[in-house]
Each structure stands twice: as structure tokens, then as C-alpha cells.
């Protein structure tokens, strides 16, 4: 008999009943040392007080109005996002696939007000991730993912990451714009080079495309700035957020330029939900801490230090770890044995991680995570590896 709750996910048959910091508890007293924050998500950690009070004072005010109304809320955090980036303008959703459908939406609807309606493509890349909903499969472009839901939506084409002169190759007189995460996250912890990530910037201006940026993960000071593609010293059109964004409360973002946002005028785009008292106030209460003075610069050198740390861990187990990748704090370790069983032993260490595609082990601890709670779950990675590493290379 089907459980009432739709087993769409292979969960772990753990339930935890607190968190505080970079720990979670289970009811029988565990304890694990949180390395996924909920993938990426819970950016301030369990029980932060400064993100609690905001939304128990919030929620004893008003939780929610509609976007019949004014929002002061939201127009505080709108305006704090533009102050804080390339955009100029915000439109708040409330989930990544949510937020990438908006971004699709805009860039559309900016080629058809120019004249342009033919150009609808979008150029997306092999081993992306941008959502669940119809369209973002389309633009995920992974066929497990697709199989069985019918006909896939038109307008997307993949081009192997990193590659521009595929890029190049791939733009027609349909095309539209680009979407790219800086680092592709759900398919392994990929980075971008900010080289190939200039050229896009250029290609666009080049061609006036629409570059659009997945920043869902790796954005809100996942890498140690606030957005990943401040690395390479160029900034897209319009972007995407959700994830951290609100601490883990369920909110998603569209960022824009003036001339892609202008199109979006009354009445071609909305959400009953979106951008509400609450989530606002939660996202607001985010910026605090993510914006206070160092600490971006706090998240760098946790990330340099855990790269240090894992650098080694690779080093030393060649037979279980086969390379470190990523920023920040949105690292991986691609493994050599199925990385399921590295989780497992992960798991009986302590430590909690996330699978991403190509057999990476992924590591997004909340952005207040300490040097000394990275080592450790770096201890815990060792003693895993330990464990793991099979008896006859360790007798060699
Ligand atoms: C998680 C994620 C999404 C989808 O977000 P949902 O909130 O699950 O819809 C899209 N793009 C990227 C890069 C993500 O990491």
C-alpha cells in the first residue's frame, strides 16, 4: 500500500527533531555534524536566533496580504538585493524551479517587446539542474528526469559545458538568451571557468542575448562572495535565486536589469505567495547576517581552510577520493567507489552530506560553520575513508 506521504524521494531513515548551529538531533539524542544544510539551504544554520526572532515577530504581525497590496517588506529586501548587485528591479517567487521559470519568462518576453519574437531559444548546458517543474525539465535536459512526462517543452538547447565554441555554434536567429549556474551544482559540483564564463558575457553583448544566471546554489554567499559570478568579473541580465536565500524558509528571487525587467509590466507575471510579510522578513533577516561586515570574507576563509583540509583527505586516500572541486563552501569530492557507500560511512561517522551527479560527495555546511566544526567533519571524512579503504591497499 502507497505510504500517505508520495515516495517520491529515497529518504534516509533518519528524522531529526531539533537543530542548533551546524548540528542536528534525532529524538533518541544523535547528533550529526549538518554538511548539507538541507542542500545548500539552511545558509544560517539550525535555531539562528537573529533569523528565528525576525520570523516569530513577523508572523505575530502579519504573515500574509497577496500582492493586491504593498508589501513593505518586500520592498525593503527588493531594494537592499538591487543595492547589493547588477540588478535593478526584483520579483520574488517562492522556489528555484519557480524562480527559473520567471527568468525564461523575461528573457522571452524582452526578444518579443524588441521586435524580436522569433528568438525565443535558450541555450543551456550538459549536466545542468534548474528544477522540476515542465519547463525547467526541458531546460535540465536530463532524460531520466523527463521520461514519462510527456512531451518535452520547446525552446531549449544544451551545449557541453565549458565549451564555448559550442556555444558559439549553437546560436541561431531563435535564440534568445543563455542560462548558466556558475557552478553546476546538482550535477556534480562543476565550476565554470571564469574564463568561459567572460566569453558568455561577451558572446551575449556580441549577438544581444539575454544572459541569464542559475545562481540558485551557488549564490547568497554560498562561494564567499554573494553571487559566484562576481569571481569572474562580469555580471548576467538576470538571475536566479532561491535556496539560501531565506535561511530555509521557501522563497525564490528573479534579479534584472532595467532593460529586461521593464517588459515585465502589471499583469504579465505573478504569485499569490510570492515575496509575502513572512518570507520577506526571513529573507531580510539573511541579509543581516550575510551582508554585516566580513562576514563574506569569513565564508572565503572557512572555504580556503576546509579546501586545505579535504585537499589532504584526497592526498591521502587516492583509492576512495578521486579529486576536490568547487568554491567556497560548495565543494565536492568526486569519488572512485560509488559515492552511496561513501555516505554511508559518512553517515555512521556523523556527518551529513549530499549526492551530486558524477559520483561527487557534496559539502554545503551553513555559511556560520566554523573552522574548527569543519575539521571536524574533515576528521569524520578520514575516519569514513578509513573504514572504506580496502584491506588489501592499506596491507600494500
Ligand atoms: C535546487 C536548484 C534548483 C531548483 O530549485 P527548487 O527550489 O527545488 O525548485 C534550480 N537550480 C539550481 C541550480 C538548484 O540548485
Given amino acids: 500500500m502507497i505510504a500517505p506521504l508520495m515516495p517520491t524521494y529515497n529518504r534516509a531513515d533518519l528524522a531529526f527533531v531539533r537543530g542548533e548551529g551546524v548540528w542536528l538531533y534525532t529524538a533518541d539524542g544523535r547528533r550529526f555534524l549538518d554538511f548539507g544544510a538541507g542542500i545548500a539551504t539552511s545558509s544560517l544554520g539550525h535555531n539562528h536566533p537573529h533569523l528565528v526572532a525576525a520570523i516569530s515577530a513577523q508572523a505575530g504581525r502579519v504573515m500574509h496580504v497577496s500582492n493586491l497590496y504593498r508589501v513593505p ?140 544566471m542559475d545562481e540558485i546554489q551557488s549564490g547568497m554567499g554560498r562561494t564567499g562572495k554573494l553571487f559566484a559570478h562576481e569571481w569572474a568579473g562580469i555580471a548576467p541580465d538576470v538571475m536566479s535565486l532561491a535556496k539560501g536565500i531565506a535561511g530555509g524558509f521557501p522563497m525564490g528571487a528573479i534579479l534584472a536589469r532595467e532593460w529586461v525587467a521593464k517588459h515585465m509590466t502589471a499583469g504579465t507575471h505573478g504569485t499569490t505567495f510570492g515575496g509575502n510579510p513572512l518570507a520577506c522578513a526571513a529573507a531580510n533577516a539573511v541579509l543581516d547576517v550575510v551582508l554585516a561586515s566580513g562576514f563574506l570574507a569569513g565564508v572565503e576563509r572557512i572555504g580556503d581552510h576546509l579546501w586545505e583540509a579535504l585537499s589532504a583527505v584526497v592526498a591521502d586516500f587516492p583509492e576512495i577520493f578521486e579529486e576536490l572541486r568547487g568554491a567556497g563552501l560548495m565543494l565536492g569530492l568526486k569519488c572512485r567507489i560509488p559515492q552511496a557507500e561513501v555516505q554511508q560511512a559518512l553517515l555512521n561517522a556523523g556527518l551529513l552530506a549530499v549526492n551530486a551527479g558524477e559520483n561527487v560527495v557534496r559539502f554545503v555546511p551553513p555559511l556560520i560553520v566554523s573552522a574548527a566544526e569543519c575539521d571536524q567533519a574533515v576528521a569524520m571524512i578520514r575516519a569514513a575513508a578509513r573504514h572504506l579503504t580496502p584491506a588489501s591497499s592499506a596491507a600494500a
Avoid: W
Fill in 73 to 212: 517588506e518586500a520592498e525593503r529586501l527588493a531594494a537592499r538585493l538591487v543595492a547589493a548587485s547588477f540588478a535593478d528591479s526584483v520579483f520574488f517567487c517562492n522556489s528555484g524551479a519557480e524562480a527559473n521559470e520567471g527568468m525564461v519568462k523575461m528573457i522571452r518576453k524582452t526578444m518579443a517587446e524588441t521586435g524580436q519574437p522569433e528568438r525565443f531559444r535558450i541555450i543551456c548546458f550538459e549536466g545542468a539542474f534548474h528544477g522540476r517543474t515542465l519547463a525547467m525539465l526541458a531546460a535540465t535536459g536530463n532524460a531520466k528526469y523527463l521520461a514519462g512526462f510527456g512531451p518535452c517543452v520547446q525552446g531549449f538547447d544544451h551545449v557541453p559545458f565549458n565549451d564555448i565554441e559550442a556555444v558559439r555554434r549553437a546560436i541561431g536567429p531563435e535564440t534568445a538568451g543563455i542560462i548558466v549556474e556558475p557552478i553546476q551544482g546538482e550535477g556534480g559540483i562543476r565550476p565554470a571557468r571564469l574564463e568561459f564564463l567572460r566569453m558568455l558575457r561577451e558572446i551575449c553583448d556580441e549577438h544581444g542575448l539575454v544572459l541569464g
